[in-house]
C-alpha cells in the first residue's frame, strides 16, 4: 500500500524550530489562550473589560490581554492566562469559542520584518486597517505587532506550510543579508 | 494586482475578495413562484458592459457589500455596505 503520508511535509518540532537568518528571527509562541467573540462586540466589552475594537491588521496590542479585529462582528480575544468568561452563548447578546487548539502561532522578530511583510501581502503596513485578517503568504492570517515582535495566527493545518513559506522567504537574498 | 477597498478595512488586495453575483437579483418569494421567474432568478443575467453594480464578499472579514465598478476598464466607482457609510473612490 502507497504510504500517503510522505505526500505532506514532516510537521516541524515547534517547540524547537526556529528561523534565523540575518534580521529576521521566527519561531512558534505557545501557551497562549485564544477565544472567537461575535456577535455584540460592545456588550462583550462591557462583561469582559477588553476592548470592542480591537487591534487592526499591522496594528500594535501591548498587554499580556488583549483583543485583535477579525470582522464588523467578530473579533479574537487573546490572553497569557485563562479567561474567567464561559464560553458558549451569553444573553448579553455575543457568543464565545474557544479556539487555541485551532490556531497556531508565530512570532517574527528583527529588522527584516517589514522585507518580509512587502513579499507577504501588498496589504500596507502602515496604513490602518480595520481587520487584523488578511492573506499573507498565500493563506489567511490575522497579524499584528505585540511588544516589538509581529505575530501570525493561522489556522493549525496550515501551519507547516506557513512555516516552509517563511524559511523560503528568509532564504531569499534580502532577507538573509546577502542581497 | 488591482486593489478593492473593502467597507469595513479599506484597500486590500483582490485575491482576498469574492464574486457573489448581480446586485438587485431578489430571490423569489412564496409558493405561486412560476417556472419563468424562478428561472429568471437562477440563470437570466443582465451582464452590463461599462457600470455594473454587483454583490462582493471580502474572505477575509466577512464583509458582504455592494461593488460598483466598469466592467469594461475596471475602474471602481464606489463600495458600500447597506446600512454603513458609502467608501467611495
Known amino acids: ?179 | 494586482m488591482q486593489l478593492f477597498p473593502c467597507p469595513f478595512c479599506g484597500p486590500r488586495p483582490e485575491t482576498e475578495f469574492h464574486y457573489n453575483g448581480e446586485a438587485g437579483n431578489i430571490r423569489p418569494d412564496g409558493a405561486q413562484v412560476s417556472a419563468e421567474c424562478w428561472a429568471g432568478y437562477l440563470y437570466e443575467r443582465s451582464n452590463p458592459k461599462g457600470a455594473a453594480r454587483e454583490i462582493w464578499v471580502h474572505a477575509t472579514c466577512q464583509e458582504f457589500f455592494v461593488m460598483e465598478r466598469d466592467t469594461v476598464t475596471h475602474q471602481l466607482a464606489a463600495t458600500q455596505t447597506p446600512g454603513f457609510a458609502e467608501h467611495a473612490e
Open chain 1, 1 to 179: 500500500m502507497r504510504d500517503l503520508a510522505q505526500k505532506w511535509t514532516a510537521m516541524p518540532d515547534w517547540h524547537e524550530a526556529v528561523i534565523a537568518v540575518p534580521g529576521l528571527t521566527v519561531r512558534t509562541r505557545s501557551g497562549l489562550e485564544q477565544y472567537l467573540v461575535s456577535g455584540d462586540l460592545v456588550a462583550w466589552s462591557e462583561v469582559s473589560g477588553l476592548a470592542d475594537r480591537g487591534v487592526g491588521a499591522f496594528g500594535t496590542a501591548e498587554d499580556d490581554r488583549y483583543t485583535v479585529r477579525l470582522g464588523r462582528d467578530r473579533l479574537l480575544a487573546v490572553s497569557t492566562a485563562p479567561f474567567d468568561i464561559a464560553t458558549g452563548w451569553h444573553e448579553e447578546g455575543f457568543g464565545v469559542t474557544a479556539t487555541s487548539a485551532g490556531l497556531h502561532v508565530f512570532e517574527i522578530e528583527g529588522p527584516a520584518g517589514a522585507e518580509l511583510i512587502s513579499r507577504a501581502t501588498p496589504v500596507d503596513p502602515g496604513a490602518a486597517s480595520a481587520s487584523a485578517s488578511l492573506v499573507f503568504g498565500g493563506v489567511g492570517v490575522i497579524a499584528y505587532h505585540h511588544q516589538g515582535t509581529l505575530r501570525l495566527h493561522v489556522e493549525r493545518g496550515l501551519a507547516t506550510y506557513l512555516w516552509t513559506w517563511l524559511k523560503t522567504a528568509a532564504r531569499q537574498p534580502a532577507l538573509s543579508g546577502q542581497g
